[in-house]
């Protein structure tokens, strides 16, 4: 069984920063591809970023290209966001996920594609 465990959210202002955390636990964290999501309320969960399991990949929603950024240390068994110029609309709960694949290929950006979920933190950007 695999725990996600994020942290790091809060409460904001409009332009203003926060660095998200997620620690994982229960297996090697350093062959699967780790991803975040987030929902706001009355809207769908979507993508929001994607790191590969070596860390050299990344891929991000358009919405927050250029001012979102996502890495992991493996040694630590984190993954994080770092999250700049933050926008009113990206107030949601933030969710890490965990691939279903050992060392897939490609970053999913579905979430279907991923297995194991984190208990989401709460991002408020007051306006």
């Known amino acids: 069984q695999v725990q996600l465990v994020e942290s790091g959210g809060g409460l904001v202002q409009a332009g203003g920063s926060l660095r998200l955390s997620c620690a994982a636990s229960?297996?090697?964290?350093?062959?699967?591809?780790m991803g975040w999501f987030r929902q706001a309320p009355g809207k769908e969960r979507e993508f929001v970023a994607g790191?590969?399991?070596?860390?050299?990949?990344?891929n991000y929603a358009d919405s927050v290209k250029g001012r979102f950024t996502i890495s992991r240390d493996n040694a630590k068994n984190t993954v994080y966001l770092q999250m700049n110029s933050l926008k009113f609309e990206d107030t949601a709960v933030y969710y890490c996920?965990?691939?279903?694949?050992?060392?897939?290929?490609?970053?999913?950006?579905?979430?279907?594609?991923?297995?194991?979920w984190g208990q989401g933190t709460q991002v408020t950007v007051s306006s």
């Open positions: 996920a965990a691939d279903k694949d050992n060392r897939r290929l490609a970053v999913p950006v579905s979430g279907t594609l991923y297995e194991y």
């Open positions: 790191i590969s399991w070596v860390g050299r990949w990344t």
């Open positions: 229960g297996r090697t964290f350093s062959s699967y591809n």
